[in-house]
């Protein structure tokens, strides 16, 4: 065989597993479709969508302030954005570029598919790999009767991509992608209105901290429409697009925006990867399916991220790339789920690992929770900045740290922590007893522990 491990996809997912696997003396190929590495996440993803984030978020902040101080209102300059954006990305996928070439990872920049169990064709060329591994990634999931024109009916791709602000904007699902550009645009001056099927956004984070998130966010003139079904929706010209939706009472109505942004999910991208033609076995959703060391149905063949089945993060895909790349090396990773984090960019972030409180209760199990709000906190008070809550679960048997859920700026630097604490097994005196500096957001999370075993300084 050419080479030891072929990999269809450079995103966070295969990008990971490659490097891995070379620093573990397997010899390696990449194959990417697109002409710059790092994927969905990187190109039109987790990247261009946080530089947007950061500078609506920053430009919010100013205009708040230049109000207090009597100052000229600023101006947001979407196109200079647009190319500091696309600079950030650029430079990230030069460094993956010079990374493989310090691993000695060879890339072959053309559209690939397996075509047999040791086999990769690629621009007419057949590779050769005694392992195959499947990263490339997902799609964006349109409706049916409102194609995408990238222009008036965006995806999530189209969003990151817009040349003016529209003045106004329906996003139609409110869920991780939804939220995050409703609050982007929304910050530079669009009318926005998300429209969700659920009873509530961010379906599957902890129900009191998604509607804290629902109530801090129509705070910032977000509307929303939540117990919504969209049933047909037409280009109207210059008049934008109009959608044609059902309320939870049976009333039907008609809502009209410049933009139409579609957020209701996303689908693997394994319809032309050549699965089909080698009967590997996949769900009805288009999902890989692979056993617990992510082989598909044919032994030499792995798949990992958005690919199979599980939440669509980044973090996770490189979770599961570097633990591929161990288990064709002979190693035996451990791979637990409970571990992953998830955040959701708005201000102030929401950010999860665990077990949420629903989720203990469902399984009956008999908890602690431990709460902490930051209006209490020194450091969000002298920032003026106290939306949010620190909720901790813990057995309460053993008072082991089951989740963290944080709702607040820097939420998605503080979660580490619960990651830490899992990981680790720690109960709640092992975190709420360490000295946290202060004044720190992260106080909360002490504080949280030690609310739950009735021990608080503060509360």
Known sequence: MNYDLAIIGAGPGGYIAAIRASQLGLKVV????????????????????????????????????????????????????????????????????QLFKKHNIDVVTARAEVVGPNQVKADGKVYEAKNILLAAGSQP????????????????????????????????????????????YSRLGSDVTVVEMMPTICAGVDTQLAGMLLASLEKQKISFMLNVQVLAGRDLGNKGVELKIRQVDGRELDIQAEVVLVAIGRSPRSQDL????????????????????????????????????????????????AAVAEIIAGKQPKVEYIHIPNVIYTSPELATVGLSEDEARELKRPILIGKCAFRGNPRARTAEDTDGLVKVVADKKTERILGLHILSSYASEMIEVGVVALYKRMSLA???????????????????CLHALHRSYHL
Not at 65 to 75: G, Q, V, Y
Not at 147 to 175: H, N, Q, R
């Open 30 to 97: 990449m194959f990417e479709a697109w002409p710059t590495l790092g994927g969905t996440c990187l190109n039109v993803g987790c990247i261009p969508s946080k530089t947007l984030l950061h500078a609506s978020e920053l430009y919010m902040q100013f205009l708040e302030e230049a109000a207090s101080l009597n100052l000229d209102t600023p101006a947001f300059d979407l196109a200079s954005q647009q190319q500091k954006k696309a600079a950030i990305v650029t430079g990230l996928s030069d460094a993956i570029v």
């Open 430 to 448: 092992e975190l709420g007893d360490l000295p946290f500096a202060h004044p720190t957001y992260s106080e909360a999370i002490k504080e949280a």
């Open 141 to 184: 999931i349109g409706l049916p009767f409102l194609p995408f024109d990238e222009k008036k009916i965006i995806s999530s791709t189209g969003a990151l991509s817009l040349e003016k602000v529209p003045k106004s904007m329906i996003v139609v699902g409110g869920g991780v992608i939804g939220v995050e550009m409703a609050s982007v």
């Open 274 to 321: 050549g699965v089909a033609k080698l009967n590997i076995d996949t769900t009805p959703r288009g999902a890989v399916v692979v056993d617990k060391n992510f082989r598909t149905t044919i032994p030499t063949i792995y798949a990992i991220g958005d690919l199979i089945n599980g939440p669509m993060l980044a973090h996770r895909a490189s979770y599961e790339g």
